[in-house]
């Protein structure tokens, strides 16, 4: 789990990166289903997946998407930020047990707004299977004359 960090626009600088890297369990494919009620048999009944061109389970896409959702929200830029948008473009299963590791980078910066634009990618080894980019509006420390509190 990541500790939260907060970051002002002011903190942000093009470049800046962030990593998350989680194992996919079982418990994780299984407790996302539930959460949004998508119980399509491929995340849920390895007797199903096997008969997949993937031949066992994989996790939501979405839930791979998500660990994005969570290095913004926790530490790039963390606590206070608003996501705007996100694009993602899925490129290969994840399957469970997999590790993906996820990259976040400051590609943009919008003063005027106080927006960024991040590049997002996921990896399960050298193989690129999730990427696109997001855009959050980031508190600033100036907004109304005094700093934001910090988390």
């Given at each position: 789990m990541l500790t939260l960090r907060t970051l002002y626009f002011e903190d942000l600088s093009l470049g800046l990166t962030e990593r998350l890297?989680?194992?996919?369990?079982s418990?994780?494919?299984?407790?996302f289903a539930e959460v949004t009620?998508?119980?399509?048999p491929i995340h849920l009944s390895e007797h199903f997946a096997a008969?997949?061109?993937?031949?066992?389970?994989?996790a939501h896409g979405l839930y791979t998407?998500?660990?994005?959702?969570?290095?913004l929200g926790t530490r790039l830029p963390g606590p206070g930020a608003v996501y705007i948008s996100q694009t993602l473009n899925f490129r290969a299963p994840v399957k469970?047990?997999?590790t993906v590791?996820?990259?976040?980078?400051?590609?943009?910066?919008?003063p005027e707004k106080s927006r960024a634009r991040?590049?997002?990618t996921c990896a399960v080894g050298d193989e690129i299977v999730l990427d696109g980019e997001a855009w959050v509006k980031v508190p600033s420390k100036n907004k109304g004359g005094r700093p934001l509190p910090r988390v």
């Open positions: 890297a989680k194992t996919v369990a418990s994780d494919v299984v407790g009620g998508d119980r399509n008969k997949t061109p993937f031949g066992t389970r994989i998407a998500s660990l994005i959702s969570a290095v469970i047990g997999d590791d996820v990259t976040v980078s400051v590609v943009e910066l919008l991040l590049a997002c």
